[in-house]
């Protein structure tokens, strides 16, 4: 082999060493047995891709302690199904084929193609609570997105006024939240679900939370439409936020959910703040 080739088998062991460590590490906190078998499941399949690669190189390495521990936080923050997902993608295996290195080496392909369909199976059955009330985390944001971006466009052309939009939008926002959370409480009840009072918080937490985001540029700016537009702004960075999580954690579609998400809020808004000025412009009505 070159030392090209050489030299890429090494990066490839050293990242294998890391995810195993790494995942060794988060194992020992993971109370719930389930989800600690996995995770030192997926520690032994690193360390399998780092022996394999250790066979090519002849040389032993070390896990990179720093790096490792910036990459466990991240995991703590973010949770372990995101996390994981998350650096699998991204540290992903820098050598797509290893045949392409050296024709020789072509029975590794097979063999890490193998070893990673089993991680990937091993990922999904990580079982996060965070994930499982996702749905209603969708509802609670999703609802308070179309809602007060459309409410906040029509208050903003009918008072133009930045502290009495702000009020009422909050006032709107607290009121809406707690309808939801009771909405979908009785929905999960009704459906014989045990977790209704968790679903319900999780929605109302979700709503209430981008609420306060949504509202804080009329508490910040004095020009209500620059206000207005700084909140459609950030209408649009939590629904990227939101669905990338989504997208990595529960492997959808980012770009379709995330453009889906967008265009009705900002749709629902546009269409507010037309039906301000007609209102306004025919009633005649000014606060």
Same mark, same amino acid.
């Given at each position: 082999m070159t030392k090209t080739t050489i030299n890429k088998?090494?990066?490839?062991?050293?990242?294998?060493?890391?995810?195993?460590? /790494?995942?060794?590490?988060? +194992? $020992?906190l993971i109370k719930d047995e389930k989800n600690k078998k996995t995770m030192e499941l997926i520690a032994k399949d690193e360390y399998k891709?780092?022996?394999?690669l250790k066979e090519l190189t002849g040389r032993d390495i070390k896990a990179r302690s720093f790096r490792v521990t910036i990459h466990f936080w991240f995991i703590q923050i973010f949770g372990l199904t995101f996390g994981i997902k998350l650096l699998e993608s991204v540290e992903s295996k820098g050598i797509k084929s290893y045949s392409e290195l050296d024709r020789s080496l072509k029975y590794m392909d097979e063999i890490i193609e193998d070893e990673e369909r089993h991680e990937t199976e091993l990922i999904e059955m990580l079982d996060e609570?965070? /994930?499982?009330?996702?749905? +209603? $985390?969708?509802?609670g944001l999703n609802d308070a997105l179309v809602e007060l971006t459309g409410a906040l466009a029509g208050f903003t052309i009918a008072f133009q006024d930045t502290k009495l939009i702000g009020l009422t939008g909050l006032i709107t926002g607290i009121s809406a939240s707690f309808s939801m959370a009771a909405s979908e409480y009785l929905a999960t009840r009704h459906e014989g679900g045990?977790?209704?009072?968790?679903?319900?918080?999780?929605?109302?937490?979700?709503?209430?939370?981008?609420?306060?985001?949504l509202i804080l540029p009329f508490s910040i700016v004095s020009n209500p439409f620059v206000a207005l537009g700084v909140t459609l702004?950030?209408?649009?960075?939590?629904? /990227?936020?939101?669905?990338?999580?989504?997208?990595?954690?529960?492997?959808?579609?980012f770009k379709?959910?995330?453009?889906?998400?967008?265009?009705?809020?900002l749709g629902v808004a546009g269409l507010s703040f037309v039906i301000g000025v007609l209102i306004k412009k025919f009633i005649g009505v000014d606060i």
């Open positions: 088998l090494l990066n490839e062991q050293q990242n294998e060493i890391d995810a195993c460590a /790494l995942y060794k590490k988060v +194992a $020992v891709h780092y022996t394999r609570e965070r /994930l499982k009330y996702v749905g +209603a $985390v969708v509802l045990d977790d209704a009072v968790k679903s319900s918080l999780y929605t109302g937490l979700a709503y209430v939370f981008t609420v306060i985001f702004c950030i209408a649009v960075l939590i629904i /990227l936020g939101f669905n990338f999580y989504i997208a990595v954690a529960k492997g959808y579609n379709i959910r995330f453009l889906e998400m967008a265009a009705i809020s």
